[in-house]
T-cell receptor, first 114, second 115 residues
Framework: QQQVKQSPQSLIVQKGGISIINCAYE??????FPWYQQFPGKGPALLIA?????SEKKEGRFTISFNKSAKQFSLHIMDSQPGDSATYFC?????????????FGQGTTLQVKP | GAVVSQHPSRVICKSGTSVKIECRSL??????MFWYRQFPKQSLMLMAT?????????EQGVEKDKFLINHASLTLSTLTVTSAHPEDSSFYIC???????????FGDGTRLSIL
């Protein structure tokens, strides 16, 4: 029940295309859903995050869509660029608790071809 | 803002030695810091959670006597891998948060290689 399942494991998209990564969770107590971007040899960097009171959040080319009833959320990268090639992790936590432990998905390696 | 610095970025040492990794929040006070371990092409696995001035809380299966964590101030946490062996070779990453409902910001990790 603590797991966050992420798919696909890898993704190849042409430059200018839309990259879509999906995550599903079981624990209805989760109330904070961030997405992280990680380049090789670096730590993850927070991209965008959402809470369950909204169904969508957009920041630049990055959009999170959230479906509370289905317990699913997804990251959309519009106009994908070669510089977006990285590994993306979704995560979930009970953000209102005093531990804030993040449960990470398995990761998606995105390659954007020029 | 929200910069987390981790040092060293890479360390290579002989089996049996102890290695200390530092994690600093440079521009904010971190009430809570987390330590993760990441194997190649895998996700991040939480090792422990540390709150300033308190003992760290370790995840199931993580040996607290092997991975010593100290969070002596609101800007510094250290992870010491004691008597390291080749199986301890991994990418260790810390993160820090200002507290309730605040995002975690990650350091750039430490690549530990035990020969």
């Amino acid at each position: 029940q603590q797991q966050v399942k992420q798919s696909p494991q890898s993704l190849i998209v042409q430059k200018g295309g839309i990259s879509i990564i999906n995550c599903a969770y079981e624990n209805t107590a989760f109330d904070y859903f961030p997405w992280y971007q990680q380049f090789p040899g670096k730590g993850p960097a927070l991209l965008i995050a959402i809470r369950p009171d909204v169904s969508e959040k957009k920041e630049g080319r990055f959009t999170i869509s959230f479906n509370k009833s289905a317990k699913q959320f997804s990251l959309h990268i519009m106009d994908s660029q070669p510089g977006d090639s990285a590994t993306y992790f979704c995560a979930a936590s009970k953000g209102s608790s005093n531990t804030g432990k993040l449960i990470f998905g398995q990761g998606t390696t995105l390659q954007v071809k020029p | 803002g929200a910069v987390v610095s981790q040092h060293p970025s890479r360390v290579i040492c002989k089996s049996g030695t102890s290695v200390k990794i530092e994690c600093r929040s440079l521009d904010f006070q971190a009430t809570t810091m987390f330590w993760y371990r990441q194997f190649p092409k895998q996700s991040l696995m939480l090792m422990a959670t540390s709150n300033e001035g308190s003992k760290a809380t370790y995840e199931q299966g993580v040996e607290k006597d092997k991975f010593l964590i100290n969070h002596a101030s609101l800007t510094l946490s250290t992870l010491t891998v004691t008597s390291a062996h080749p199986e301890d070779s991994s990418f260790y990453i810390c993160s820090a948060t200002q507290g309730f409902s605040q995002p975690q910001h990650f350091g750039d990790g430490t690549r530990l290689s035990i020969l």
